[in-house]
């Protein structure tokens, strides 16, 4: 499975909003539970990436609010409410649907 | 909480087989039914999933590797290993391992802090 993100880099003021999409070259929904097999990661420069979100739409215990993952079957999106200083990072969609677990290219958050 | 380090050399020569370890701590390798794996990050790109084993020693690559890596676990010394043959510089990355939470079917949770790998003469 190819998974495709846009934009590969964003420029977003303090305090604002920031979305980041992940598209998925086949569903990665399994019917059976309805649940979606994505994942969310970010990576600061220098360290291994951090998880984020799973089953698209989980935030992982101890991920502040602000972030939030939605979407469905082939199509997925990582929003940020309010933009802190410290979320300038790296941003990766994985999908674990299938094997090999494919990533996302990566999307580069910045300040604007 | 579970720790992950990964260990190895950090140059290798091109042709050679590079040989990196995994050491968990925090908790044991054989037990709570989680599957481990090996994923690589070449210099300012994205990351690619290598391979992961089960701690009965149940294994499944990346077809991309082309058969040139293998995954063996050490349950006495909780640890796994990655063993990546005719290494070209295409293979220069950082190499992280991780653990799957969930099951072969999972995200990666934690991740080692990596450890780069540089395949030149």
């Known amino acids: 499975i190819v998974m495709t993100q846009s934009p590969d880099s964003l420029a977003v003021s303090l305090g604002e909003r920031a979305t980041i999409n992940c598209k998925s070259s086949?569903?990665?929904?399994?019917?059976?539970?309805?649940?979606?097999?994505l994942s969310w990661y970010q990576q600061k420069p220098g360290q291994p990436p951090k998880l984020l979100i799973l089953?698209?739409?989980t935030r992982e215990s101890g991920v502040p609010d602000r972030f939030s993952g939605s979407g469905s079957g082939t199509d997925f999106t990582l929003t940020i409410s309010s933009l802190q200083a410290e979320d300038v990072a790296l941003y990766y969609c994985?999908?674990?649907?299938?094997?090999?677990?494919?990533f996302g290219q990566g999307t580069k958050l910045e300040i604007k | 909480q579970v720790q992950l380090q990964e260990s190895g050399p950090g140059l290798v020569k091109p042709s050679q087989t590079l040989s990196l370890t995994c050491t968990v701590s925090?908790?044991?390798?054989?037990?709570?039914?989680?599957?481990w794996s090996w994923i690589r990050q070449h210099p300012g790109k994205g990351l690619e999933w290598i391979g992961y084993?089960?701690?009965?020693?149940?294994?499944y690559y990346n077809p991309s590797l082309k058969s040139r890596a293998t995954i063996s676990v050490d349950t006495s010394k909780n640890q796994f290993s990655l063993k990546l043959t005719s290494l070209t510089a295409a293979d220069t990355a950082v190499y992280y391992c991780?653990?799957?939470?969930?099951?072969?079917?999972?995200?990666?949770?934690?991740w080692g802090q990596g450890t780069l790998v540089t395949v030149s003469s």
């Open positions: 991780a653990r799957h939470p969930y099951g072969a079917v999972s995200w990666f949770d934690p």
């Open positions: 925090g908790g044991s390798i054989s037990s709570g039914g989680y599957y």
């Open positions: 084993i089960f701690y009965s020693g149940t294994t």
């Open positions: 086949q569903s990665v929904l399994y019917s059976s539970n309805n649940k979606n097999y």
């Open positions: 089953w698209a739409s």
């Open positions: 994985q999908q674990y649907y299938s094997t090999p677990k494919t």
